[in-house]
């Protein structure tokens, strides 16, 4: 049976006062507040950091030796959380029309799957 939702139990990290949470896998969620009540410490320094860590783990020590690893966050419990990926709030030199495929790179990846094993079909007679 899959994981449908994402549970945070006791995040502690900076202004996070014992928090518990249930989040919907699969969706798109937004942490709104007022300046200071923890929305990127909950987004970045909590969820980020323990998806990066645990994907990071599940690699070989020889790819480990080449990625940054981000402390495990002060919680008691995560479960049902994916690897993640974040993009700064602050991207310079970044164009408008940027989008998370070109800031990440993996639109170049993407481009040349599809060059080398994508199959073409015309949008007319299909």
């Keep these: 049976m899959p994981i449908s939702d994402i549970v945070i139990k006791g995040a502690r990290e900076h202004n996070l006062q014992d928090i518990d949470l249930l989040l ?15 929305k ?27 990625l940054g690893q ?27 029309r940027s989008t998370v495929g070109t800031i990440t790179e993996i639109y170049d990846y993407l481009r040349l799957l599809f060059a080398r094993v994508g199959h073409p079909h015309c949008p007319r007679c299909g």
């Design 70 to 96: 981000m402390p495990k966050p002060d919680v008691d419990l995560i479960a049902g959380l994916s690897p993640s990926i974040s993009i700064s709030q602050k991207s310079t030199g970044q164009s408008p």
């Design 24 to 38: 919907p896998r699969n969706q798109l969620i937004c942490f709104t507040g007022v300046s200071g009540s923890g």
């Design 40 to 66: 990127s410490s909950l987004a970045f320094d909590t969820l980020y950091a323990e998806g990066q860590r645990r994907y990071v783990e599940s690699l070989s020590s020889f790819a480990r030796q080449f």
